[in-house]
């Protein structure tokens, strides 16, 4: 599953660069990030335009770019990436990561990265069956390369034989099986983040101290995990996270309502992380509200609609997730809740626990199941909490799936 994956594609001075060009444009059509690192002498054999123009990216050659006077940080590169892979790699740059020989950039990415690497060798027959060769593949695999065998076929000296290097749809498939599939890839998922705020007048609005910090780490763990993310969220300083598919930005709890009505239908989980307001000014005034002259200023709220009851209210293979923040009884409030709208499950927080609920970059919550059994998590990163969350969810939706079986 290679979607939004972080793909380093390293290339070095071979014929069959060329080939790199296939596979950049493979990857990035499945939906990773690819960048590129080439060495000096694979500019002979295909051009950093078409490889910058393919993979969306500046190609990278040389540590210091002359013309800006910027430098390219090799750390930063190494480990920006989730795997980097170097197809082509003639017998020179494999003699030199095996001896950590570290002479251009891409070697230098190479000792940086703290990735898994792949090694896709293209060469002449008698180098590559020559015992330097040899010895130097296994010493790459002993320090835990993968290394992608060459084919047989005709190569570039005019003979017959081996060295040639896999094809891309090959290198493409050894890619893709390395990033194994979790039981959401391709699943999607709807979250609600954020406050709304609803507005008394043009300068003026009723809100929330939400900051959107914990919806968004779910949604941020939900694209890790191969999901297509519909993200809807109330106005926060954050921005969306990389690999969101569908990014609504709302202020309204009617505007936040209108969007998950529209997407709840297609999605199989939604998350309702959103601080949403109960209440809405009756009246909108449609000019500043002038102080002269008044002591005591009275606002007439109505009911704002309940976004996670209307969802629950009309689920049908829908996993729902409601979060409950409270300020006293809080088991109690939070079942409730559960059952009033018709969640799957609740998760609950606390004010009352230091370092939990709005604006921190931490939480502490306990996740109310199915059957209303509480699964206590320690003080921790809302990120952290994320992933509890999925890890969780994972094993019941496998189980949810293997029931349906
Ligand atoms: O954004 P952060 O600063 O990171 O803070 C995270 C959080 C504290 C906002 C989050 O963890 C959280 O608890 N979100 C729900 C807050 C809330 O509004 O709780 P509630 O108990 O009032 O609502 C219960 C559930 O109904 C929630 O899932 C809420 O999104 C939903 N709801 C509430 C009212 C409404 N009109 N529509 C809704 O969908």
Known sequence: ????????????????????????????????????????????????????????NPVLVDYFNP???????????????DLMVIAPCTAQTIHKMAHGVCDNLLTAVYLSARCPVLVAPAMDHEMYHHVVTQTN???????????????????????????????????F?????????????????????????????????????SSGKMGYALAEEAVKRGMEVYLVSGPVALNPPAGVDHFT????????????????????????AAAVADFKPKTTYSEKFKKDGQEFLSIELEKNPDILAACGA?????????????????????????KNKNADWIVLNSLKIPGSGFGTD????????????????S???????????????QNKFTDKQENKK
Request: aromatic fraction near 8%.
């Open 1 to 56: 599953m290679i979607k939004n994956k972080k793909i380093l594609l390293g290339i070095t001075g071979s014929i069959a660069a060329y080939k790199a060009a296939i596979l950049v444009r493979m990857l990035v059509k499945s939906g990773a990030e690819v960048r590129v690192v080439m060495t000096p002498d694979a500019k002979n054999f295909v051009t950093p335009l078409t490889l910058s123009t393919l993979s969306k």
């Open 67 to 81: 013309e800006n006077g910027s430098w390219n940080n090799h750390v930063e590169l190494g480990t920006w990436a």
């Open 137 to 171: 593949i296994k010493l790459l695999k002993k320090n835990g390369c993968g290394i992608i065998s060459p084919g047989y076929g005709s190569l570039a000296s005019g003979i017959e034989g081996d060295g040639r290097m896999a094809e891309p749809e090959e290198i």
């Open 173 to 209: 498939l050894k890619i893709d099986t390395f990033f194994p599939t979790t039981p959401f890839s391709g699943k999607k998922i709807l979250i609600t983040a954020g406050p709304t705020f609803e507005p008394i007048d043009p300068v003026r609005y009723i809100g929330n101290h």
């Open 249 to 272: 930005k709302v202020q309204t709890a009617v505007e936040m309502y209108d969007a998950c009505m529209e997407i709840f239908p297609k999605v199989d989980i939604a998350v309702f």
């Open 314 to 338: 009309i689920k049908n293979h829908q996993w729902v997730i409601g979060f409950a923040l409270e300020t006293e009884n809080e088991e109690y409030h939070a079942l409730q809740k559960k």
């Open 362 to 377: 931490t939480n502490q919550i306990v996740i109310f199941d199915e059957n209303d059994r509480a699964h206590p998590f």
């Open 379 to 393: 003080l921790k990163s809302k990120r952290e909490l994320a992933f509890d969350i999925f890890e969780l969810l």
